[in-house]
């Protein structure tokens, strides 16, 4: 079973600043990875799939890059609908398909 | 656009089973390949199973293999996910997840059905 290890587990950033969020693979992925975002009491909503591309109706704000062990999720501007918590997804070597623990993005 | 529209909320006894079903619109069931994640209260996203298109059937995640049958109505659009011999660290919200592409991530969630476990 592939191990997703999401850093740091809760990040505290300004609205309007920078924010990177990081995520390892126990072993290549290529760049089979997804992330998503969820918000209390919702269901988690797609933002990036194939490690980059954005999903539909995703803010250009939202960027993936990576391949292989390491990827990031980077949201240049920081508005106050995406504090959340934000979880990457390998689907390289599946079953199983297996999730990181999830970082959450809070108000600075 | 798809859909998803779970079953609503469950209160089960230990050692109960749990059938928690998902209304498809906007698709045909055929259409779609489709999973089942579930959170504990506070926890991450856990995947329990799904359709393998390679395989052409469902598989399941090893931890719930011989507790849990996922099925389909293709009449009504309709998957269900049942859970059984439910034990306390079952209580979860389960959503259940389309993977349009049939590629591996899950593009469409329904709104999850919280399933509570308690004597």
């Known amino acids: 079973e592939i191990v997703m290890t999401q850093s740091p587990a809760t990040l505290s950033v300004s609205p309007g600043e920078r924010a990177t969020l990081s995520c390892r693979a126990s072993q290549s992925v290529s760049s089979n990875l997804a992330w998503y975002q969820q918000k209390p009491g919702q269901a988690p909503r797609l933002l990036i799939y194939?490690?980059?591309t954005r999903a539909t109706g995703i803010p250009a704000r939202f960027s993936g890059s990576g391949s292989g062990t390491e990827f990031t999720l980077t949201i240049s501007s920081l508005q106050s609908e995406d504090f959340a918590v934000y979880y990457c997804q390998q689907y390289n070597n599946w079953p199983p398909n297996t999730f990181g623990q999830g970082t959450k993005l809070e108000i600075k | 656009q798809v859909q998803l529209v779970q079953s609503g909320a469950e209160v089960k006894k230990p050692g109960a089973s749990v059938k928690v079903s998902c209304k498809v619109s906007?698709?045909?069931?055929?259409?779609?390949?489709m999973h089942w994640v579930r959170q504990a209260p506070g926890k991450g996203l856990e995947w329990m199973g799904g359709?393998?298109?390679?395989?052409?059937?469902?598989i399941y995640a090893q931890k719930f293999q011989g507790r849990v049958t996922m099925t389909e109505d293709t009449s009504t659009d309709t998957a269900y996910m049942e859970l059984s011999s439910l034990r306390s660290e079952d209580t979860a919200v389960y959503y259940c997840?389309?993977?349009?592409?049939?590629?591996?991530?899950?593009?469409?969630w329904g709104q999850g059905t919280l399933v509570t476990v308690s004597s």
């Open positions: 194939g490690a980059s």
């Open positions: 359709f393998d298109p390679e395989d052409g059937e469902t």
């Open positions: 997840a389309t993977d349009q592409h049939y590629l591996g991530y899950f593009d469409y």
């Open positions: 906007g698709y045909t069931l055929t259409e779609l390949s």
